[in-house]
């Protein structure tokens, strides 16, 4: 299984086919053991990893630090919940430290996702305070460089 | 003037690389798939690149030891004795070489007496028999077959020997066929090697390349120590093929002998690549292992591609070659291979560059892409169709 899971993560696309034979079991076991890990939310979802800049398309993210105070009998939970519901919220994360969430919002400008802040965020009952930053440049994201073009430099024959 | 006159005959003598002239060719195209690489298609875990990088900040930039840094020979003889159980003193018994080719040419050099004649099984690496002729010896090749599983038997051996025999040289796991030696087959080896008195030359770059069994290294068995100059690097398992660091390991007598040659043609190896070596040995094991197991992942693929295509292929359980039989074509490998880079830009290496017993099959390197792989073998099928 966890063989088949890093193969998938690093290119989900692979035909069934092939994913038998870098396996050495038959397709059906194949498709088995895929059906399992999305029934079980082992593989959550399957979708691209998309440079938007390269698009030409300009969106603005940021990263909010949020403190609140934990409610009783659900902590934080409750209000987590709450943050994730909203569709500008790409993820958000329970940390240690000097705050409590760290909430990514993506938005088209940098007014729309001050707005969000200023008005969603902030006046949730429960939020103490929120430090944004925004965002400058994505070097690296789920794991993948995205300016890394590491082209193949070797001769095209050698011994 | 014709200067071509004026070349050693000894240098003259040795015909061109088969591999060069087929390269020429291939790096002309545009669109090439090339399963013609004779190196790994990942680059240098990153660990082992910023050490580098740290080491020129710190100002690592002169001469080592003729030897090669002692640090980087403590941690040699650390892996030899973790993985075979065989000991070398660093201090006297290992050599830090340019490449494990380097490594090769002086292990010949320094046995090698004009005429002295050299076991070498075919096919196989194309400086062997190269680096023999420069010496002045005179390289027997020792067929090996495919119903052999490329394996070479002693009564072979046997048929060839001769009392001007100096030394065998082997390379197993092999490069182009990707056979192995099982323990039992070398201990034959070893028991001939003794019979005739002969220095074994291991050339065991691929070692930690093996996908079924464990790696019988030829030093580790009994008393071949000592007659065995024991060849390694770190191109192949650390994909580490352009920092150009090889080890030899043997006898005091051998190793000072190769050394003497070592100061004064090269000095020592690149220190900053010696610095590399030695965290690839301290800290590489986890990333080697996960390429090790990308390559047996590609190595099943390439293996039912081609034989799910009807060719003859033997299973490689080494190395990152396959070394399919043409045979069937009714081409010879030389025009096998340039049939199908013409057609369908798929590079693969004529099998008799490496020796005439490598005639009738071609060699593909599965260090690539499985992406560039599977589109590989799709153009190779519709080729023999």
Known sequence: MKRLLELLEKDCNQPIEQLAVLLQISKEEVAAQIKHLEDERIIVKYQPIINWEQAGEDRVTAMIDVRITPQREVGFEAIAERIC???????????????????????????????????????????????????????????VIIDDREEDRRLVVSP | MNWGDRISPLVKAVPPSGIRRFFDIAAEMKGVISLGVGEPDFVTPWHIRESC????????????????????????????????????????????????????????????????????PEPCYVSYKACVMLAGGV?????????????????????????????????????????????????????FAQKHDLIVISDEIYADLTYEGTHTCFASLPDMRDRTILLNGFSKAYAMTGWRIGYALSNPEFIAAMNKIHQYTMLCAPITAQLGAVEALRHGKDKMEKMVAEYNCRRQMMLEGLRGMGMTCFEPKGAFYIFPSIRETGLTSLQFAEELLKTEKVAVVPGDAF??????????????SISNLSEALERIRRFIK
């Open chain 1, 85 to 143: 519901r909203f569709p500008e919220v790409v993820s958000l994360y329970l940390m240690s430290g000097g705050y409590d969430l760290s909430v990514m919002i993506e938005g088209r400008t940098l007014k729309e996702v001050a707005q969000f802040v200023a008005t969603k965020l902030s006046t949730i009952d429960g939020v103490i305070s929120t430090t944004t930053h925004f965002m400058l440049k994505r070097y690296k994201f789920a794991g």
């Open chain 2, 53 to 120: 990088v740290h080491a020129l900040h710190k100002g690592y930039t002169s001469y080592t030891s003729n030897y090669g840094l002692l640090e980087l020979r403590e941690e040699i003889a650390r892996k030899i004795y973790e993985n075979y159980s065989v000991t070398y003193n660093p201090r006297t018994e290992a050599l830090v070489t340019v490449g494990v080719s380097e490594a090769l040419d002086l292990a010949i050099r320094a046995i090698l007496h004009p005429g002295d004649e050299v076991l070498i």
């Open chain 2, 139 to 191: 390289p027997v090749p020792v067929p090996t077959t495919i119903e052999n599983e490329f394996r070479v038997t002693v009564e072979q051996l046997e048929k060839l020997v001769t009392p001007r025999t100096k030394a065998l040289l082997i390379g197993y796991p092999n490069n182009p066929t990707g056979a192995i030696m099982p323990k039992q087959q070398l201990m034959a080896i070893a028991l």
């Open chain 2, 355 to 368: 020796g005439a017993s490598g005639e009738g099959f071609v060699r593909c390197s599965y260090a690539s």
